[in-house]
């Protein structure tokens, strides 16, 4: 039989990593939430292509826990792995901590007046998925200081832990205490003290997981009520 040329297998894989990329970042960065079904015809409508790149990059996401594929051909984006996360906030802490005090040293007067902009864009905003990229933007700021290597390393963390904060910041409470943290951070940076902005990093991601798991262990409780 006649098979396609380069140009259709091209095409097909540039259309699956369209779709991969896409429906990866609705699942860590809104609007698709845990639990949520998932319609290759909606996507493929949505993207413009056709439903079988769509399946080949759920088939891809499903490999790596982010969608579940059950019986009756429901898909569904997959529930967090909530038993990682304590390490995660812990280990990303720590190298967190590390990033800010390697980037002590380099810190400027306008590094710190962004890390003050995007704190004040935070606490006027309400929106979980565009807290989260604040959030992420406010920690970069002294993180591209700390070096490639190091910064990896918290980006794949991130990426784990982005569903978790999205969950934490739909929390009013959360978001208020959350603003302390940023602004000791900022403080300790302005300072010139890299142990104190080192701490203040990490006891931030501390407090992130400890605040987290108060609000879905009273969530549990309120369902089993």
């Keep these: 039989m006649p ?45 413009g292509i056709s439903r079988t790149p769509v399946r080949e990059a759920i088939i891809r996401l ?10 009756g051909r ?44 995007l704190l004040t864009a935070m606490n006027a905003e309400s929106d979980p998925t565009r807290l989260v990229k604040l959030d992420l933007e406010l920690h970069a700021v002294f993180r591209v200081l700390a070096g490639e290597v190091l910064r990896g390393m918290l980006d794949g963390i991130e990426a784990e832990i982005g569903r978790f904060e999205r ?21 300790a940076f302005a300072s010139g003290d890299a142990r104190a902005a080192s701490e203040a990093v990490r006891q931030n991601w501390l407090n992130a997981w400890a605040r987290l798991e108060s609000r879905l262990r009273d969530a549990d409780v309120h369902a089993a009520g």
Excluded at 62 to 71: C, H, P, R
Excluded at 81 to 107: C, F, N, Q, V
């Design 3 to 47: 098979l396609p040329g380069p140009e259709a297998a091209s095409s097909f894989a540039n259309a699956q990593d369209l779709a991969y990329g896409a429906i990866r970042d609705w699942i860590f960065n809104g609007p698709l939430k845990p639990g949520e079904i998932i319609r290759d015809t909606d996507i493929a409508n949505l993207l």
């Design 167 to 187: 969950m934490a910041f739909d929390d009013a409470e959360i978001r208020t205490l959350t603003r302390g943290d940023h602004q000791a951070i900022i403080a």
């Design 74 to 117: 429901k898909t569904r984006v997959s529930i967090p792995d909530i038993s990682r996360a304590p390490d995660l906030y812990r280990i990303g802490g720590t190298l967190d901590g590390l990033a800010a005090e390697w980037a002590m040293p380099k810190i400027t007067q306008d590094d710190l007046e962004k890390m003050r902009s």
């Design 62 to 71: 499903a490999q790596e826990g982010l969608i579940d594929v059950g019986k």
